[in-house]
């Protein structure tokens, strides 16, 4: 008889968010990176100058009280697909959070865009990382680098290869930045059931793009069926922390705690103190 689709392949386990961080509903703030080596608008800085800028907004986020960080090429838009990630972009990638890791005190994690799940493990493993951001795990969908497939088979034989077992897994459920017509005779559940089934330690609700509000009713229709922790990816903010925190288990955090509410500018230490502050109401 086939088994119930809530229930996932792999079994129960330990919540890798209390593994990772020792407070509940953690906040994870987004390191965004100046474009690196290879991307169409770096214009030869030295690296130095990406990793003093990175180290500066991850102290800001930690005396601003986040509880970890994610470190991001966002700056290297337009973004390649997976399998066209060069050694440059991972080489640097390794380099700035290595820097990060080592200026913090809290966890950090690695998400090389677009997809590149097998480099963001590499780094992971070679810096420090204690998990890594994936935008499509399982499935595919029709994203602006084209389409972007699942990358779960591969990545999870690349991190047995490696020894890298311990790099957690954060993986969206409907990720943003693309079209779901693919999957769109699919609801949430059965995508839900697909990323534990392959394996996501913590599942990740998000809107449309960076910093589109994610939408309480999507975190909750994947709350009702998933066994692992599910936390918000984008659009987390003062004003709606305690809605969103009443259902998540958590949330990744990067353009609400900038200058201005914009991704591209430095970290603003007020703005992720008053972030921080709804978010402690709410634990």
Not at 49 to 61: C, I
Not at 188 to 213: M, S
Not at 235 to 256: F, P, Q, R, Y
């Amino acid at each position: 008889m086939p088994a119930e689709r809530n229930v996932p392949v792999s079994g129960p386990r330990a919540s890798a968010l209390e593994e990772l961080f020792a407070v509940g509903k953690p906040v994870i703030g987004t390191v965004h990176l100046l474009p690196l080596p290879g991307a169409p608008r770096y214009r030869g800085e030295p690296i130095a100058v990406v990793v003093e800028q990175a180290v500066r907004d991850a102290r800001e986020y930690v005396q601003g009280g986040v509880d970890g960080l994610i470190v991001e090429n966002e700056g290297d838009i337009p973004f390649r697909k997976p399998g066209d990630v060069g050694h440059d972009t991972v080489a640097a990638l390794a380099v700035v959070t290595v820097a990060v890791r080592q200026a913090v005190d809290v966890p950090v994690g690695v998400n090389c865009l677009a997809n590149a799940v097998v480099q963001s493990i590499a780094v992971a493993k070679a810096a420090g990382g204690r998990f890594v951001r994936a935008n499509q795990w399982t499935n595919a969908y029709v994203a602006n680098e084209g389409i972007i497939e699942g990358a779960a088979a591969e990545a999870l034989r690349f991190r047995s290869r490696i020894h890298g077992e311990d790099i957690r897994i954060l993986a969206d459920v409907h990720v943003k930045h693309g079209s779901h017509a693919i999957v769109a005779d699919r609801d949430i559940a059965e995508l839900t059931h697909d990323a534990e089934a392959f394996d996501a330690d913590v599942l990740i609700a998000t809107g449309q793009r960076t910093g589109d509000p994610t939408q309480v009713g999507e975190v909750t229709r994947i709350k009702e069926v998933a066994t692992r922790p599910v936390i918000v990816g984008s659009g987390l903010t003062a004003a709606n922390a305690a809605e969103l925190l009443k259902v998540a288990d958590g949330a990744i955090v990067g353009s609400a705690m900038k200058h201005d509410g914009v991704w591209w500018n430095p970290v603003d230490r007020g703005r992720v103190a008053a972030i921080m502050d709804q978010v402690a109401k709410a634990r």
